[in-house]
């Protein structure tokens, strides 16, 4: 099972969530923990294609998988193409 790296922006995010949704999330990083190429998940295009996004409720996890870590980039709100921009200035 891979490690979880979860970057800073990422636990800040995760932080301030209300305690529910924190737990909603956190659940759902433990479950791509145990299978990171889920079915409901999906492979990124472009630039970002070296990326996953999971979503949970109204939140969107972006990923990869490098090796035997789950590197955990950005979580945000799903509806806003903020988390796209956050993740372009990354790359």
């Not at 923990?33 to 996953?52: W, Y």
């Not at 998988?65 to 509806?79: D, H, P, W, Y």
């Amino acid at each position: 099972m891979p490690k979880v790296d979860l970057s800073r922006e990422a636990a800040k995010f995760l932080n301030r969530l209300p305690p529910k949704h924190g737990r909603q999330v956190a659940t759902r990083i433990m479950a791509l923990r145990a299978d990171p190429l889920a079915a409901d998940t999906i492979q990124m295009k472009g630039v970002a294609a070296l990326f996953r996004r999971a979503d949970i409720g109204e939140y969107r996890i972006t990923y990869r998988v490098a090796g035997q870590t789950l590197k955990i980039v950005l979580i945000g709100r799903r509806n806003d193409a903020d988390v796209y921009r956050r993740l372009a200035r990354k790359l």
